[in-house]
Nanobody, 121 residues
Framework: QVQLVESGGGLVQAGGSLRLSCAAS????????MAWFRQPPGKEREFVAT????????EYADSVKGRFTISRDNAKNTGYLQMNSLKLEDTAVYFC??????????????WGQGTQVTVSS
């Protein structure tokens, strides 16, 4: 079964940067859209950003707009989330997902295992 494998999480100070990667385990997976969601401690999972594979049209949550950038590499079947100016409230487990697009979890049928991002003061 095709899997999505995330990497790049870790511990960073507030104001710092991290780049998350999400690679499909097989290059035969046709991706229509890829998204990032996150689950802060004790809270529900929430939408972060999404990118449409064919034309790189993107959409962001208001809380990350201007700080995070989602991108993709077609040749590698890999998506990225560049996170700059990180804040304490960005601390969460970050999940990538592949599916039909949009802000809602139900639109995505393949998910990664999650990677922890911790922002310290």
């Amino acid at each position: 079964q095709v899997q999505l494998v995330e990497s790049g999480g870790g511990l960073v100070q507030a104001g710092g940067s991290l780049r998350l990667s999400c690679a499909a385990s097989t290059r035969t997976l046709r991706i229509y859209s890829m998204a990032w969601f996150r689950q802060p401690p004790g809270k529900e999972r929430e939408f972060v950003a999404t990118i449409r594979w064919v034309d790189s049209i993107t959409e962001y949550a208001d809380s990350v707009k201007g700080r995070f950038t989602i991108s993709r590499d077609n040749a590698k079947n890999t998506g990225y989330l560049q996170m700059n100016s990180l804040k304490l409230e960005d601390t969460a487990v970050y999940f990538c997902a592949a599916g039909s697009g949009g802000r809602y979890e139900w639109a995505y049928d393949r998910w990664g295992q999650g990677t922890q991002v911790t922002v310290s003061s």
